[in-house]
């Protein structure tokens, strides 16, 4: 199941995601007794983190039963301010102060496809399972169409069948000049919920080709996100939603 929501501003997006990451979860621990969370990198995300960081989600969620995944990550330190572990450690899980057993990181230090192979077995152990399936996994969309780090032209999105067991897979991406480790569409799709969190008209075209555009997911690696038995939200704002002409997503 699909469904798009548009909001009036990045701010009110910010909050919508926050109560959806929170419902989401509070589900989550209800059913299963825990909430697995694959964090997404880049800027969109940190005012989210920042609202669940803050007191007024104190009580909104048993924090002590969230798993915390990233769906990729640069190959820098743990301590590298590109990190996506560390913008979510300094923005979310040290402020929630989530303990560290539950805070699942990808190793953006070693060796990339060492990383990636590391990354897939603890997966694997975690849920204890070959296909792993994580509540919720929040992406964001780059204005290349580009998520997690599923870059067009690039071996995950443009040979994804290479190997169809491989859920987290080192992407080498020419136009970084740079590794990037990453889940492949095949585990991201395994979710039970994956929400993307879009924002700002530098988007617009992105997600119009995305949503709207052929089906060409080399081009276009968004298209390759369908959860196989999962729901799909679109959370967006105004300025990305501004070249959509067919609002009969939801
Ligand atoms: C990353 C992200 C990446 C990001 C998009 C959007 O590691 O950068 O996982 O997929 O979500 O590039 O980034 P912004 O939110 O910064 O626009």
């Given amino acids: 199941m699909k469904s798009i929501q548009i909001q009036p501003s ?26 697995s969370i694959a964090l997404s990198g880049g800027s969109t ?15 909104r969620l048993d924090w002590g039963k969230v798993d915390f995944f990233w769906g990729d990550e640069r190959t820098v330190p ?7 572990y560390f913008q979510a450690a300094q923005e979310l899980l040290r ?12 190793q953006g230090e070693i060796e990339p496809v060492q990383a990636a192979r590391s990354y897939q077995e603890d997966l694997q152990n975690y849920f204890g399972s070959s296909r792993p399936r994580l509540d919720l996994i929040l992406l964001g969309l780059g204005s290349d169409s580009h998520t997690a780090s599923l870059f067009p032209g690039t071996d ?21 000049e740079s590794w990037r480790i990453s889940f492949t569409h095949q585990l991201i799709n395994l979710a039970r919920n994956v929400l993307f ?11 119009r080709n995305v949503l709207e555009g052929d089906d060409l997911p080399g081009s276009y690696p968004a298209q390759l996100i369908r959860p196989v038995d999962g729901k799909l939200i679109w959370l967006v704002d105004e300025e990305a939603a501004s070249q959509l002409t067919d609002l009969k997503h939801t």
């Fill in 197 to 207: 969190l879009v924002s700002g008209e530098g988007k617009a075209a992105a997600l």
């Fill in 10 to 35: 990045a701010d009110i997006l910010a909050k919508a995601a926050a109560e959806s990451v929170i419902e989401i979860g509070a589900d989550s621990i209800r059913s299963r007794g825990n909430y």
């Fill in 45 to 59: 995300p940190l005012a989210l983190f920042r609202i669940l960081a803050g007191k007024d989600y104190d009580k």
């Fill in 78 to 84: 743990p301590d590298h301010e590109d990190s996506n």
């Fill in 156 to 176: 995950l999105v443009t040979n994804p069948g290479i190997n169809s067991d491989l859920l987290v897979g080192a992407n080498w991406v020419p136009k970084l």
């Fill in 95 to 106: 402020p929630r102060s989530i303990d560290p057993d539950r805070i699942h990181r990808i």
